[in-house]
């Protein structure tokens, strides 16, 4: 009988998943801009004039396919299993990354984006893992390990990507399979390591519907606010995710390696925060006066980053805007596992994770328009939906307490 942590096996899954996930970030909103150009027409028509919302509609597609399948993974997940539901998103990643490498058509690439936004639809169901194997007590605190998975993947997976660029003299050939191998290794991991969390299953019902549950997770009080604040954030935060690359080339006038450095930055500092200080931190402070902190943090970051140059004042803004995001997106992930039913983890995640899809459905396809009116626009824009979420957390509920016991995180028995 294989004996491994359940956080520390989760904590490796997510970070590979993310690792292979942010290997391709660096490449795809320029090479989806080539594409577009390449294409030139469709019927007479130019696409030129479109190029903007087409590379939006590119790195939507992502979300579109994680916005359908997010609730299903996740309930589906409460009653099949965790692990039986990551190795089959894991499966889907290695089929995307190994189809990217052949990208030389944009119809290819939203092929590819939309397998691998069906396998990205899998947070939900790591989220509600750490759920099950931990006390609603020390459940904010452990949320940082998924944090910390995520500030690793972003700072080795974009250096990684370019990279693997490097080597394919630009070419997605060595990205795509880069990233394939990197997918490969997770799936092999969950197979052999990965525990099934020891906890009772609900039944199977017919609460798989993506709107059906996203009116029961609303039907709750305490989650509406909670969901609407991490909607709202979340749409904001991806008018940076989807153009910063842009603002590399146009405004910055730097290269995606440069550029690359500045996300780096932003994933040691979510990464220190998250794996670490969080810890410290909730249970002086407490997850909404951590979440207020975060987003008054954030607001201004964001607003700034196109109105500052390379390169002292873009670190400052990188460290302040990992600051933010890493204090208040665990102590946010707590309270909603918190307010969810015990029998509804993976199926509360899903929709929690199904609404950020949605918000980088409507996020990237505006910025990138916006960007192409005024670069500084989508930030400012984004700045002021910030403050949406700022006040919206001065209104959050206490942390609620729940009966029933979870699997010691520190266990080390293992199911397979």
């Given at each position: 009988?294989?004996?491994?942590?359940?956080?520390?096996?989760?904590?490796?899954?997510?970070?590979?998943?993310?690792?292979?996930?942010?290997?391709?970030?660096?490449?795809?909103?320029?090479?989806?801009?080539?594409?577009?150009?390449?294409?030139?027409?469709?019927?007479?028509?130019?696409?030129?004039?479109?190029?903007?919302?087409?590379?939006?509609?590119?790195?939507?597609?992502?979300?579109?396919?994680?916005?359908?399948?997010?609730?299903?993974?996740?309930?589906?997940?409460?009653?099949?299993?965790?692990?039986?539901?990551?190795?089959?998103?894991?499966?889907?990643?290695?089929?995307?990354?190994?189809?990217?490498?052949?990208?030389?058509?944009?119809?290819?690439?939203?092929?590819?984006?939309?397998?691998?936004?069906?396998?990205?639809?899998?947070?939900?169901?790591?989220?509600?893992?750490?759920?099950?194997?931990?006390?609603?007590?020390?459940?904010?605190?452990?949320?940082?390990?998924?944090?910390?998975?995520?500030?690793?993947?972003?700072?080795?997976?974009?250096?990684?990507?370019?990279?693997?660029?490097?080597?394919?003299?630009?070419?997605?050939?060595?990205?795509?399979?880069?990233?394939?191998?990197?997918?490969?290794?997770?799936?092999?991991?969950?197979?052999?390591?990965?525990?099934?969390?020891?906890?009772?299953?609900?039944?199977?019902?017919?609460?798989?519907?993506?709107?059906?549950?996203?009116?029961?997770?609303?039907?709750?009080?305490?989650?509406?606010?909670?969901?609407?604040?991490?909607?709202?954030?979340?749409?904001?935060?991806?008018?940076?995710?989807?153009?910063?690359?842009?603002?590399?080339?146009?405004?910055?006038?730097?290269?995606?390696?440069?550029?690359?450095?500045?996300?780096?930055?932003?994933?040691?500092?979510?990464?220190?925060?998250?794996?670490?200080?969080?810890?410290?931190?909730?249970?002086?402070?407490?997850?909404?006066?951590?979440?207020?902190?975060?987003?008054?943090?954030?607001?201004?970051?964001?607003?700034?980053?196109?109105?500052?140059?390379?390169?002292?004042?873009?670190?400052?803004?990188?460290?302040?805007?990992?600051?933010?995001?890493?204090?208040?997106?665990?102590?946010?992930?707590?309270?909603?596992?918190?307010?969810a039913p015990k029998e509804m983890q993976g199926g509360v995640f899903g929709v929690t994770q199904s609404?950020?899809?949605?918000?980088?459905?409507?996020?990237?396809?505006?910025?990138?328009?916006?960007?192409?009116?005024?670069?500084?626009?989508?930030?400012?824009?984004?700045?002021?939906?910030?403050?949406?979420?700022?006040?919206?957390?001065?209104?959050?509920?206490?942390?609620?307490?729940?009966?029933?016991?979870?699997?010691?995180?520190?266990?080390?028995?293992?199911?397979?």
């Amino acid at each position: 009988m294989r004996r491994i942590s359940p956080l520390t096996a989760v904590f490796l899954t997510v970070f590979f998943d993310i690792l292979s996930f942010g290997s391709v970030i660096p490449d795809v909103q320029l090479r989806a801009e080539h594409l577009v150009k390449d294409w030139g027409s469709i019927g007479g028509v130019s696409l030129i004039p479109y190029t903007g919302l087409l590379i939006g509609f590119t790195i939507a597609l992502y979300s579109i396919a994680q916005f359908a399948m997010a609730p299903y993974l996740g309930r589906l997940s409460d009653h099949a299993g965790r692990r039986r539901v990551l190795i089959i998103t894991c499966s889907l990643a290695v089929v995307s990354s190994a189809m990217y490498a052949y990208t030389s058509h944009l119809a290819i690439m939203w092929i590819s984006r939309i397998l691998l936004g069906m396998a990205g639809a899998n947070l939900g169901v790591a989220q509600a893992y750490i759920a099950d194997v931990t006390t609603p007590e020390e459940r904010s605190k452990s949320m940082g390990i998924l944090g910390l998975a995520f500030g690793l993947g972003f700072m080795f997976g974009p250096p990684f990507g370019v990279w693997l660029l490097h080597l394919g003299n630009d070419s997605p050939f060595w990205l795509g399979w880069g990233s394939a191998i990197l997918a490969a290794i997770n799936l092999l991991f969950i197979i052999f390591f990965l525990p099934e969390p020891d906890v009772q299953r609900a039944p199977p019902s017919g609460r798989t519907n993506r709107i059906e549950q996203i009116k029961v997770a609303f039907g709750t009080p305490e989650l509406r606010l909670l969901l609407t604040l991490f909607f709202v954030a979340n749409f904001a935060f991806t008018n940076l995710e989807s153009t910063y690359y842009l603002v590399g080339e146009f405004v910055y006038k730097i290269s995606k390696a440069e550029t690359t450095i500045v996300l780096v930055v932003v994933g040691i500092i979510a990464a220190v925060v998250q794996g670490g200080l969080i810890r410290m931190l909730i249970p002086k402070f407490g997850e909404r006066n951590l979440i207020k902190a975060g987003y008054i943090l954030q607001t201004p970051a964001i607003a700034a980053i196109p109105f500052v140059m390379p390169w002292w004042p873009v670190i400052l803004g990188a460290i302040v805007l990992g600051t933010g995001s890493g204090i208040s997106q665990p102590s946010l992930n707590g309270l909603i596992s918190q307010a969810a039913p015990k029998e509804m983890q993976g199926g509360v995640f899903g929709v929690t994770q199904s609404l950020g899809a949605f918000a980088r459905i409507l996020g990237p396809i505006l910025a990138n328009w916006m960007f192409q009116i005024q670069t500084w626009l989508p930030y400012i824009v984004a700045g002021v939906l910030m403050l949406g979420p700022t006040v919206m957390a001065w209104f959050l509920p206490e942390p609620k307490e729940q009966e029933g016991d979870s699997v010691d995180p520190n266990s080390t028995e293992v199911t397979s």
